[in-house]
T-cell receptor
Framework: GAVVSQHPSWVICKSGTSVKIECRSL??????MFWYRQFPKQSLMLMATSNEGSKATYEQGVEKDKFLINHASLTLSTLTVTSAHPEDSSFYIC??????????????FGEGSRLTVL | GIQVEQSPPDLILQEGANSTLRCNFSDSVNNLQWFHQNPWGQLINLFY???GTKQNGRLSATTVATERYSLLYISSSQTTDSGVYFCAVSRNTDKLIFGTGTRLQVFP
């Protein structure tokens, strides 16, 4: 299967600081990537769709000014949590689809990034 | 939006037992995937199965799209099968909507 890699795997930061998480497609190009968030013992919730060369689209209830997404190339999307607070502590996972034709296909996920805000 | 419910929510098995996990969805879909989330949080792709039946080793899956459900079968379970199993669906989009998950614990 396709490989999606995230970095860092885990990060601890102080309240009020910003944290950047990278998501890379290692062996394919991805015009679209997705960012999910998962709280302990809960399911994954889609936060936003990252589109290469254009603005991200955010799901209802997700603050776009707090969660900045940049998709500057076909293999890299970044999520920046700005002015992080303890309630932003969560597991963030990105995903991407191989191929650009059609509107459906198998999605592959990164290893996830665990954020802890003190 | 589409609702995705999984059952059972929790499952405890002894090594060697078989199990069936179910995924019900509220609308027609053109993408359905099963994942295993290991204790470190990594999502492992098990099946991409919008319809039909597939098998991979001790695992198999069946999706009956017309009746809006999918089943994941685990045979001869092993302790390494422990974790959370998710199904996720989408309709006319790449946005996967995740189910509620089934937490599986396999004891030796």
């Amino acid at each position: 299967g396709a490989v999606v890699s995230q970095h860092p795997s885990w990060v601890i930061c102080k309240s009020g600081t910003s944290v950047k998480i990278e998501c890379r497609s290692l062996d394919f190009q991805a015009t679209t990537m997705f960012w999910y968030r998962q709280f302990p013992k809960q399911s994954l919730m889609l936060m936003a769709t990252s589109n290469e060369g254009s603005k991200a689209t955010y799901e209802q209830g997700v603050e776009k000014d707090k969660f900045l997404i940049n998709h500057a190339s076909l293999t890299l999307s970044t999520l920046t949590v700005t002015s992080a607070h303890p309630e932003d502590s969560s597991f963030y996972i990105c995903s991407a689809r191989v191929g650009t034709s059609g509107i459906s296909g198998e999605l592959f996920f990164g290893e996830g990034s665990r954020l802890t805000v003190l | 939006g589409i609702q995705v419910e999984q059952s059972p929510p929790d499952l405890i098995l002894q090594e060697g037992a078989n199990s069936t996990l179910r995924c019900n969805f509220s609308d027609s879909v053109n993408n359905l995937q099963w994942f295993h989330q290991n204790p470190w949080g990594q999502l492992i792709n098990l099946f991409y199965i919008p319809s039909g039946t597939k098998q991979n080793g001790r695992l198999s899956a069946t999706t009956v799209a017309t009746e809006r459900y999918s089943l994941l079968y685990i045979s001869s379970s092993q302790t390494t099968d422990s974790g959370v199993y998710f199904c996720a669906v989408s309709r006319n989009t790449d946005k996967l909507i995740f189910g509620t998950g089934t937490r599986l614990q396999v004891f030796p």
